[in-house]
């Protein structure tokens, strides 16, 4: 083969050479790296009991506000039950005012009626001035009769009325504790651990299950005291995870965190600077697309 033909061939295979060397230099080219994490939470019972049903399964994908759960209730429904027959039969006790007053608003309106007849026969000289007396004193003690009815009656049913919010209180409260029965999900993500099975007695505050956040993944990787001037709050940077041992797959991210604290560098995190011995921590999120799993390395270009 003579030596034109090599320098064809070599001219024509040059940009596939300088475009493999460019798709594989993209990890030595990092200004730094570290490992995803997600924002994890354990769930924990609420109330005491049974667990009647438990859905939450390892690996499984769940939505905030998803019922994954019941635990035995029967008791505090048994008690709402006998607290609601309570507060009727206070409500039921309380003092009808308007039907106990009745007749002596009748007997005041009835005398009020001889006062005024008796008042005009006074004047006439029909009827002496004693009469008149004696119907105001008993219009007065009718009057009397009335406010003191009224005020026991008053005080009887404030009485009742406090009662049967006592018991509403009451009420709430186990309809509180019911709802507690019920296993909320609190979180959209995936299931890492389950803690429990179904048929297993629980009690308050005991761990159900661990679930994260993965479809929204950050990113703890390190810089060195020299980079700390090119980073800020909010930058958009270059994130890379490899795909295969050639290969590695491009993200968006944007730092949403930055250390005020210097450290010593991580065994297991490599910087740009090998021999660099304090390193600031940043936290750079990351949408996941399915790919990015918890632990697994990331690198990151800041320009």
């Given at each position: 083969?003579?030596?034109?033909?090599?320098?064809?061939?070599?001219?024509?295979?040059?940009?596939?050479?300088?475009?493999l060397?460019?798709?594989?230099?993209?990890?030595?080219?990092?200004d730094?790296?570290?490992?995803?994490?997600?924002?994890?939470i354990?769930?924990?019972?609420?109330?005491?009991?049974?667990?009647?049903?438990?859905?939450?399964?390892?690996g499984?994908?769940?939505?905030?506000?998803?019922t994954?759960?019941?635990?035995?209730?029967?008791?505090?429904?048994?008690?709402?039950?006998?607290?609601?027959?309570?507060?009727?039969?206070?409500?039921?006790?309380?003092?009808?005012?308007?039907?106990?007053?009745?007749?002596?608003?009748?007997?005041?309106?009835?005398?009020?009626?001889?006062?005024?007849?008796?008042?005009?026969?006074?004047?006439?000289?029909?009827?002496?001035?004693?009469?008149?007396?004696?119907?105001?004193?008993?219009?007065?003690l009718?009057?009397?009769?009335?406010?003191?009815?009224?005020s026991?009656?008053?005080?009887?049913?404030?009485?009742?009325?406090?009662?049967?919010?006592?018991?509403?209180?009451?009420?709430?409260?186990?309809?509180?504790?019911?709802?507690?029965?019920?296993?909320?999900?609190?979180?959209?993500?995936?299931?890492?651990?389950?803690?429990?099975?179904?048929?297993?007695?629980?009690?308050?505050?005991?761990?159900?299950?661990?679930?994260?956040?993965?479809?929204?993944?950050?990113?703890?990787?390190?810089?060195?005291?020299?980079?700390?001037?090119?980073?800020?709050?909010?930058?958009?940077?270059?994130?890379?995870?490899?795909?295969?041992?050639?290969?590695?797959?491009?993200?968006?991210?944007?730092?949403?965190?930055?250390?005020?604290?210097?450290?010593?560098?991580?065994?297991?995190?490599?910087?740009?600077?090998?021999?660099?011995?304090?390193?600031?921590?940043?936290?750079?999120?990351?949408?996941?697309?399915?790919?990015?799993?918890?632990?697994?390395?990331?690198?990151?270009?800041?320009?």
């Open positions: 083969m003579n030596t034109n033909k090599l320098h064809f061939i070599f001219a024509a295979m040059l940009p596939l050479v300088l475009s060397m460019s798709c594989g230099g993209s990890k030595n080219e990092s730094a790296s570290g490992t995803f994490e997600a924002t994890e354990i769930v924990s019972a609420e109330a005491a009991g049974k667990i009647l049903t438990f859905t939450a399964e390892e499984t994908v769940l939505e905030a506000g998803q994954v759960g019941v635990i035995d209730s029967m008791q505090l429904y048994l008690r709402k039950k006998q607290l609601l027959a309570n507060t009727k039969a206070v409500e039921s006790r309380r003092p009808e005012i308007g039907k106990q007053i009745a007749s002596l608003q009748q007997q005041i309106a009835t005398q009020k009626t001889e006062k005024r007849r008796f008042e005009n026969l006074v004047k006439a000289g029909a009827a002496n001035q004693k009469q008149l007396d004696d119907i105001n004193s008993g219009l007065a009718l009057e009397r009769q009335l406010v003191a009815q009224q026991s009656l008053s005080t009887s049913d404030r009485g009742l009325i406090e009662d049967a919010s006592a018991f509403k209180a009451q009420v709430d409260q186990l309809n509180d504790q019911l709802a507690k029965c019920r296993i909320v999900n609190p979180l959209s993500g995936t299931v890492l651990t389950k803690y429990v099975e179904p048929n297993e007695v629980t009690a308050q505050g005991k761990s159900l299950y661990k679930i994260a956040d993965t479809q929204h993944m950050k990113l703890r990787a390190y810089i060195t005291n020299a980079q700390l001037s090119q980073v800020k709050l909010g930058q958009a940077v270059k994130v890379y995870i490899d795909k295969d041992d050639n290969d590695s797959k491009e993200y968006s991210g944007k730092i949403e965190w930055i250390s005020d604290k210097a450290e010593f560098t991580p065994k297991t995190i490599q910087t740009k600077d090998e021999r660099a011995n304090l390193v600031y921590a940043v936290m750079i999120a990351v949408k996941n697309d399915g790919l990015i799993k918890i632990g697994m390395y990331g690198e990151v270009k800041l320009k």
